[in-house]
């Protein structure tokens, strides 16, 4: 029941990174009015996605760390540091680079290098839920369930 758990926040955190950054904002640019009401919008969006990220990842860690089972201990194990990279990515993204995004586009600064930061960023948290998600999913037919019939 724990795996299964660890499982489902891993697969919420690395499916709500792909969702918003690969499908959402991208229809968001080609659909509304202006890249600056997109741009708004996404904003927001990235705002809720750093706190849902923040919240699963603190969640895992809390999960993971306890050591009660020895094969879960060793899966825990490879995924923490994806965890803890992927929620300090999330932090470094909001609290970092998102105000001197927003600070560019106010200001006229260079917000061509700071949105690509903030994207390459985002990528690798992505990356980061995805490697902790792998790590975490059962690894041999014992670990699954029997098939229903």
Not at 75 to 95: D, H, I, N, R
Not at 110 to 134: D, I, S
Request: proline share 4%; hydrophobic share 60%.
């Amino acid at each position: 029941m724990k795996q299964r758990f660890n499982v489902m926040v891993a697969a919420l955190w690395w499916g709500s990174l792909t969702g918003l950054g690969f499908v959402v904002v991208p229809m968001l640019f080609a659909n509304l009015g202006t890249p600056a009401a997109a741009g708004a919008m996404a904003a927001r969006l990235f705002t809720a996605q750093a706190w849902l990220s923040t919240g699963c990842a603190m969640l895992l860690l809390l999960v993971l760390n306890k050591k009660d089972d020895a094969a879960l201990a060793l899966q825990a194990q490879a995924a923490m540091k994806f965890v803890v990279a992927g929620l300090l990515l999330a932090l470094l993204v909001e609290f970092g680079i998102a105000p001197r995004i927003v600070s560019a586009r106010a200001d006229g600064g260079n917000l061509k290098l700071w949105h690509g930061l903030g994207t390459a960023l985002y990528v690798v948290q992505w990356l980061c839920a995805g490697l902790a998600l792998w790590r975490l999913a059962p690894t041999s037919q014992a670990a699954q369930p029997p098939a229903a019939d």
